[in-house]
């Protein structure tokens, strides 16, 4: 059956000689592997460019139920992403995002907000023209809503994250795997603010850096199920 959805390009696998089977996590029917043939020889509609990571993008394709890979009839970027794949710091953020999507959100099932949640940070990480040293560790924290494992309980000066159990607890049971008070309070920062405010949230470069590794460790424990994130060395790099 032919079928129409939106989509974001999350990653490509080279296969055989001029084929791609790339992953796109669509509006309606959630996570699902594309066969674009011809895409490296440039005989095919569809160009390298169409299906670069976070690209956000409209297709219609031969729904199989039951079948591992689907097969594309058309696709076009819609908007056409302006700065993310020209920026190096933001193509930073982008290839970590997408990894973090690849790892985290597999199911073949429809979840609008979670779309619609994803195609809007895309949109807003593209039109930035300011500081997005705060985007990543946004996406990490947010995300979680939608992961199941979203931070619980309330923060105040006497307590800390504690990693394990996904929740502020008082200092006084503090244990090796909490955050720091001032990573703590940066945690509940970034729970309570709006993307409108994220350039407005100031903290040290070392802080945000060590939340990022420990945002990661929490997914480790809560979402990744044994996958492992590479991209963020990369990340750090450039943002440093």
Excluded at 60 to 86: D, M, S, W
Excluded at 184 to 210: C, G, V
Aim: glycine share 4%; aromatic share 12%; net charge neutral.
């Amino acid at each position: 059956m032919l079928t129409k959805t939106r989509g974001i390009v999350v990653r490509n696998v080279n296969f055989k000689d001029n084929s791609v089977i790339c992953h796109i996590y669509t509006e309606d029917f959630g996570s699902q592997q594309f066969m674009l043939h011809g895409v490296r020889n440039q005989k095919g509609n569809v160009r390298p460019s169409h299906i670069m990571p976070l690209n956000l993008v409209d297709l219609v394709f031969y729904k199989k139920e039951n079948a591992g890979i689907q097969q594309i009839k058309e696709l076009r970027c819609n908007p056409v992403l302006q700065t993310v794949h020209f920026n190096i710091f933001k193509n930073s953020v982008a290839l970590f995002m997408a990894e973090i999507i690849n790892a985290t959100v597999t199911e073949e099932e429809q979840n609008v907000d979670l779309f619609h949640f994803l195609e809007q940070f895309i949109q807003m990480l593209d039109y930035e023209s300011d500081k997005i040293g705060n985007y990543p560790i946004y996406f990490l924290v947010h995300l979680t809503r939608y992961l199941g494992f979203y931070p619980k309980g309330q923060y105040n000066e006497n307590q800390v994250f504690n990693l394990n159990e996904g929740l502020f607890i008082d200092q006084a049971y503090e244990h090796i795997n909490c955050l720091s008070p001032e990573m703590s309070k940066t945690l509940w920062q970034m729970l309570h603010t709006t993307t409108e405010h994220l350039t407005d949230i100031h903290f040290p470069r070392i802080i945000r850096a060590n939340l990022l590794d420990q945002l990661l460790y929490y997914y480790e424990i809560h979402g990744l199920h044994g996958r492992k994130i590479k991209s963020h060395k990369v990340l750090r790099e450039v943002m440093s």
